[in-house]
């Protein structure tokens, strides 16, 4: 004697829960499939936490100020991007930065044209780039080092050329710092214009696809047939030139150089708006959209300390576990990806 299981009847597969329905709950693992969703979660619980904290926060005041705030670092940040996803490094971005600040306030000081201050300073901060590129591939000195020591070099030029005094530049250059376009600021609209480009390079070049694969794997990248160390100077040189601009818009902003303006903190800052954004600090893995969204956090989280009037003791505090928190949450995502 046989036992035949019934089979399905319309409604019962009409009513069991398809692949595609289950799929789409709000699950823990689901809200980890969303690119950067779980980046989203800790940015969005920050801002909520502080608008309920401090009513000031969602002021349109408030938040002009922090999309000026964090202009600076996202062009760092993305010229940072591109530079690790081939596998590079640039610590002395930040410290590229406050020489074109020093050198451009200094310049406009003794009476020089915006035009003019403009071009020698980003002329020059894209020859810093270039050198460290030439250090990097024709002695084989490490990244880290080499950007490193080049940081701490020109961090003390930029002490020098300012001789320990702020130097202020008045009106010039105030329109980029502080004017508004359809109610954006400008520098947040630099800021973004070099964003969506770099996201382009990455996505559709050539360039864009040789800097992916110099960060996957340099020796094969070599043997197809690719120009790495022409790209690896090319790399460098753009991020030294987004370096200078990022301290031109530094310098409208403020107004004035002063000494320890831009350096080490402010690359610091990047580096960690890129990790948390996604990009792999070994290489081979970049996104732009990430590294904007860690730079909105950063900015967002060190916002809200000031509001909440948080302890400057306890400040560094804070924001190094609220990027841990994003880091590791960036990383489950990362593991639940298709093929990790």
């Known amino acids: 004697m046989s036992l035949k299981t019934p089979s399905a009847s319309p409604d019962a597969v009409a009513d069991s829960p398809s692949p595609e329905r289950t799929a ?18 800790v940015l969005v619980l920050v801002a909520l936490f502080t608008a309920l904290q401090a009513d ?61 201050t403009v071009l020698l300073s980003l002329l020059l901060a894209t020859a810093i780039g270039l050198v460290n590129g030439l250090v990097v591939t024709y002695t084989r000195v490490a990244p880290f080092v080499a950007t490193l020591a080049s940081a701490m070099l020109l961090d003390g030029v930029a002490l020098l050329v300012l001789n320990g005094e702020s130097v202020t530049i008045g009106d010039k250059m105030s329109a980029l710092g ?14 973004l214009l070099v964003l ?30 690719i120009n790495v160390s022409g790209r690896k100077l090319a790399l460098y040189a753009l991020a030294g030139g987004l370096a200078g601009l990022a301290g031109l818009m530094l310098l409208s902003r403020l107004g004035a150089a002063a000494p320890n303006t831009g350096g080490l903190q402010t690359q610091l800052t990047a580096v960690a708006a890129v990790v948390i954004g996604g990009t792999s600090l070994a290489g081979g893995r970049g996104t732009v959209v990430g590294t904007a969204l860690g730079a909105v956090l950063l900015g967002v989280v060190a916002n809200a300390l000031n509001l909440l009037e948080v302890n400057s003791y306890y400040q560094y505090v804070v924001t190094g576990g609220v990027l841990l928190v994003a880091a590791i949450v960036n990383e489950f995502q990362r593991k639940s990806e298709p093929g990790h």
Request: charge should be positive; aromatic fraction near 6%.
């Open 24 to 41: 789409t709950r709000l699950t823990p693992q689901a809200l980890l499939r969303i690119p950067h969703g779980g980046l989203i979660v």
């Open 56 to 116: 000031s926060f969602t002021t349109s005041q408030n938040l002009i100020n922090v999309l000026r705030q964090i202009s600076v670092t996202a062009v760092i940040a993305g010229g940072l991007t591109l530079l690790m996803t081939a596998g590079g490094m640039d610590f002395s971005m930040g410290s590229n930065a406050a020489v074109t600040v020093s050198v451009g306030a200094t310049l406009l000081h003794s009476g020089q044209s915006t035009f003019v």
């Open 178 to 191: 502080n004017s508004k376009f359809l109610g954006l600021p400008y520098l947040l609209i630099v800021a």
């Open 196 to 225: 969506v480009a770099i996201g382009l390079v990455m996505r559709f070049t050539t360039f864009g696809r040789d800097a992916f694969a110099m960060g996957g794997n340099e020796h094969v990248a070599r043997l197809s047939g």
